[in-house]
């Protein structure tokens, strides 16, 4: 079992930075991809970033290209998105994802991951 507990989320206003952390519990960390993820109000669950269990390997929604970051600190069990040049429309909760330990690399999709925190708001006024 994978516990992951996020945090960091608040209110921005356009322009913008925030970074979110998630903390992961219960598996070796380092054996597993992570990712974000991101549902705002009356949408689905949509993909935002992932990186491999190494941090070599990183892929984002379009969306965010350029101006989000996701990172990890293997030492200390977390996961970042820095998010910068943030945008009303960038304003859902936000929740960072686990697939199986021993899944070095994840993609997009939500069937990939198998833990999920709990969410972190993130509302950017305009």
């Known amino acids: 079992q994978v516990q992951l507990v996020e945090s960091g989320g608040g209110l921005v206003q356009a322009g913008g930075s925030l970074r979110l952390s998630c903390v992961a519990s219960g598996r070796t960390f380092s054996s597993y991809a992570m990712g974000w993820f991101r549902q705002a109000p009356g949408k689905e669950r949509e993909f935002v970033a992932t990186?491999?269990?190494?941090?070599?390997?990183?892929h984002y929604a379009y969306s965010v290209k350029g101006r989000f970051t996701i990172s990890r600190d293997n030492a200390k069990n977390t996961v970042y998105l820095q998010m910068n040049s943030l945008k009303p429309e960038d304003t859902a909760l936000y929740y960072c994802a686990a697939p199986s330990p021993g899944t070095l690399i994840a993609g997009r999709f939500r069937g990939e991951y198998d833990y999920w925190g709990q969410g972190t708001q993130v509302t950017v006024s305009s």
């Open positions: 990186i491999s269990w190494s941090g070599d390997y990183t």
